[in-house]
């Protein structure tokens, strides 16, 4: 090690309970499309994670996994609610855990925009001709018969039961991540989504105990994160990712956000992972997005609420990543594509930033030979 080192605030590890991440820098949940129908993940979901485990990440999310068959987006989604599942997905987590990362989970029911094409297929509702192909539709769920998008399924109005039995298969699938091995569990509660269209008053027209005014919307989001944290060990970290912004008008608002974190944080939530938009068409990723575009909201929602926050959305750049840590914006650093154009991502910007000139955080394997290469050069000049 050489006295270069630097302290980099991007780098300094974090407790969570009783958990620690060796940094700040996340693997954000990114759909693969890619399981056999049966939900269970392939040598693809293996090979995917671990590879970017080994990228020196502090957590490496999985895809979002659905709690239920009829809460899977796609037919090529993942889940966790038979045990062949959590049988299958053993391997990641010990895989992840393997390389020094913490192993989460994502935890999803679709909602409105179940029951859909895979986005290479079109990202439509599914209809008669992909059931000829065997990917027949099922029907969907919310709160409200309201479509996500015009010419989508409409999906059948939750009644109360079936509400509450959701809210508890939210809590078995939590406990299930648990008996996988994961050691983060990140509920989905963004992007329009079930949890999501509970929350914004375009998606939820209930006139029951679950919609009308803010607690109303709020009474399934909050149900679920008590379900799910009595279920999952409390040594270990929930994470809640939000849509913070509807950006739609009528719609769920920032300081919304505000209140709803501030109800998370006392049922047991330690962070809120915070994304946004997706309830109808134009989502998180559509074009005209400037890099760090949610930045402000993980900002706002850890100075008003105290609880700690992860930033996500077009963070691509050491520098930038970690500012946003060391100017107190945001506790964790989610890294969504880039990761997927590098998944080395987190040990480049530990050499970067000066952390790790020397390789000493790479795997040996990789890191031994960089070294003598960049000292070669420095010799060469
Ligand atoms: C291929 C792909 C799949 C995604 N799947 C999920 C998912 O399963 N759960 C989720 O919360 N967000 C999902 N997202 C959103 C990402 O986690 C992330 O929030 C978004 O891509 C913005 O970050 P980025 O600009 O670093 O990619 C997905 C994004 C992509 C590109």
Same mark, same amino acid.
């Given at each position: 090690?050489?006295?270069?080192? *630097?302290?980099?605030?991007?780098?300094?590890?974090?407790?969570?309970?009783?958990?620690?991440?060796?940094?700040?820098?996340?693997?954000?949940?990114?759909?693969?499309?890619? #399981?056999?129908?049966?939900g269970?993940?392939? @040598?693809?979901?293996? !090979?995917?994670?671990? *590879?970017? &485990?080994?990228?020196?990440?502090?957590?490496?999310?999985?895809?979002?996994?659905?709690?239920?068959?009829?809460?899977?987006?796609? $037919?090529?989604?993942?889940?966790?609610?038979?045990?062949?599942?959590?049988?299958?997905?053993?391997?990641? #987590?010990e895989?992840?855990s393997?390389? %020094?990362?913490?192993?989460?989970?994502?935890?999803?029911?679709?909602?409105?925009?179940?029951?859909?094409?895979?986005?290479?297929?079109g990202?439509?509702?599914?209809? &008669?001709?992909?059931?000829a192909?065997?990917?027949?539709?099922?029907?969907?769920?919310?709160? @409200?018969?309201? /479509?996500?998008?015009?010419? =989508?399924?409409?999906? *059948?109005?939750?009644?109360?039961?079936?509400?509450?039995?959701?809210?508890?298969?939210? %809590?078995?699938?939590?406990?299930?991540?648990?008996?996988?091995?994961?050691?983060?569990?990140?509920? $989905? %509660?963004?992007?329009?989504?079930?949890?999501?269209?509970f929350?914004? /008053?375009?998606?939820?027209? +209930?006139?029951?105990?679950?919609g009308?005014?803010?607690?109303?919307?709020?009474?399934?989001?909050?149900?679920?994160?008590?379900?799910?944290?009595?279920?999952?060990?409390?040594?270990?970290?929930?994470?809640?990712?939000?849509?913070c912004?509807?950006?739609?008008?009528?719609?769920?608002?920032?300081?919304?956000?505000?209140?709803? @974190?501030?109800?998370?944080?006392?049922?047991?939530?330690?962070?809120?992972?915070? !994304?946004?938009?997706?309830?109808?068409?134009?989502?998180?990723?559509?074009?005209?997005?400037?890099?760090?575009?949610?930045?402000?909201? &993980?900002?706002?929602?850890? *100075?008003?609420?105290?609880?700690?926050?992860?930033?996500?959305?077009?963070?691509?750049?050491a520098?930038?990543?970690?500012?946003?840590? &060391?100017?107190?914006?945001?506790?964790?650093?989610?890294?969504?594509?880039?990761?997927?154009?590098? /998944? $080395?991502? /987190?040990?480049?910007?530990?050499?970067?930033?000066?952390f790790?000139?020397?390789?000493?955080?790479?795997?040996?394997?990789?890191?031994? =030979?960089?070294? +003598?290469?960049?000292?070669?050069?420095?010799?060469?000049?």
């Amino acid at each position: 090690m050489t006295d270069t080192r *630097k302290d980099v605030p991007l780098f300094t590890p974090i407790k969570s309970r009783g958990v620690t991440a060796k940094n700040r820098i996340v693997i954000s949940p990114m759909q693969q499309y890619s #399981a056999g129908n049966d939900g269970k993940p392939t @040598s693809w979901h293996l !090979s995917h994670l671990e *590879k970017l &485990a080994i990228g020196g990440a502090g957590i490496v999310f999985t895809e979002a996994l659905a709690i239920e068959e009829q809460g899977r987006a796609t $037919h090529a989604d993942l889940g966790i609610w038979n045990d062949a599942q959590v049988e299958a997905l053993k391997p990641i #987590a010990e895989a992840i855990s393997r390389h %020094g990362a913490l192993a989460g989970a994502q935890l999803i029911h679709a909602g409105r925009k179940a029951s859909v094409q895979v986005p290479w297929d079109g990202y439509q509702s599914l209809n &008669a001709e992909n059931a000829a192909r065997g990917l027949a539709p099922w029907p969907t769920v919310a709160p @409200s018969a309201i /479509p996500a998008n015009p010419g =989508w399924q409409v999906p *059948k109005a939750l009644t109360i039961d079936e509400i509450r039995r959701l809210r508890d298969a939210y %809590g078995i699938a939590a406990r299930r991540a648990a008996q996988a091995g994961f050691q983060a569990l990140n509920v $989905h %509660g963004a992007h329009g989504y079930l949890i999501h269209s509970f929350l914004s /008053p375009l998606a939820n027209h +209930r006139t029951d105990e679950y919609g009308g005014d803010i607690q109303g919307r709020m009474r399934f989001p909050l149900e679920v994160a008590e379900a799910v944290r009595a279920e999952w060990p409390s040594n270990l970290p929930i994470f809640y990712r939000l849509s913070c912004i509807d950006d739609l008008d009528g719609g769920w608002t920032l300081d919304d956000t505000v209140v709803l @974190s501030r109800e998370l944080g006392a049922r047991g939530i330690d962070v809120i992972d915070c !994304s946004s938009r997706g309830l109808a068409e134009r989502g998180t990723l559509s074009p005209g997005r400037e890099p760090g575009f949610q930045v402000p909201f &993980a900002e706002r929602v850890r *100075k008003d609420t105290g609880l700690s926050t992860m930033a996500v959305g077009l963070i691509t750049k050491a520098d930038f990543a970690n500012d946003i840590v &060391a100017s107190d914006r945001a506790d964790y650093v989610a890294i969504g594509r880039e990761s997927l154009i590098n /998944p $080395h991502w /987190p040990l480049h910007a530990a050499v970067e930033l000066g952390f790790d000139p020397d390789y000493q955080t790479w795997p040996q394997p990789y890191g031994w =030979w960089l070294l +003598r290469r960049d000292r070669a050069a420095a010799r060469g000049r």
